[in-house]
């Protein structure tokens, strides 16, 4: 069973958080969510989550998918923590997904997992002139080679289906996006 991290951050955008919970889990993908302190993540518009642990319990641990919700200020709090950082470079190290929604790009730019990959993220939060080395496009999601990204809100479903593919396979990206009778 694939098995994946949510870093969860204070003013992380609920949203794309728990639509990547949810739907990855209903894939029967193993989902470890973890808060960047041990306390529960009051998230952008107030609701409070209860990650799974915290950080620090899981640094060790690896993982076929890192996947980072956005918002803000959620996506400077994971950007700022040194230890997601950390996270993200033995992944890529290790040839292993990465992906990040909204304004959780710029936290995969600056760690400089965007260089030379073209990618997609929340209008502005990866500014041009900060980051040369990345191709921005505007599309819903994006994947190149082990890196996904994707616009925002309104694309969180789209990005989940996504990576349950990347993860377990057309036919088990199918049952779930059919479970869910979303309009063709």
């Known amino acids: 069973m694939p098995r994946v991290l949510i870093p969860l951050a204070n003013g992380c955008e609920e949203l794309e958080a728990v639509t990547l919970i949810d739907l990855l889990r209903r894939a029967e993908i193993e ?21 799974d642990t915290d950080l620090d319990e899981v640094l060790d641990q690896d993982f076929d998918l890192i996947v980072l919700p956005g918002g803000l200020p959620g996506a400077t709090y994971l950007e700022r923590d040194g230890r997601i950082h950390d996270l993200l470079a033995r992944q890529a190290a290790s040839d292993r997904l990465c992906a990040a ?5 710029k936290v995969l730019a600056s760690a400089g997992l965007l260089d030379g990959r073209t990618a997609t993220c929340y209008p502005g939060s990866v500014a041009p002139a900060d980051f040369p080395e990345v191709h921005l496009i505007d599309a819903p999601v994006v994947v190149d080679g082990q890196v996904v990204t994707s616009r925002g809100p309104g694309t969180a479903m789209d990005f989940a289906l996504q990576l349950i593919e990347l993860l377990a396979g057309t036919e088990r990206r199918t049952s779930v996006e059919a479970a869910l009778l979303r309009p063709l």
């Open 31 to 51: 989902v470890i969510t973890a808060g960047l302190e041990p306390a529960p993540v009051t998230a952008s518009r107030g609701t409070v989550l209860v990650p």
């Open 101 to 105: 929604i909204c304004a959780a790009p």
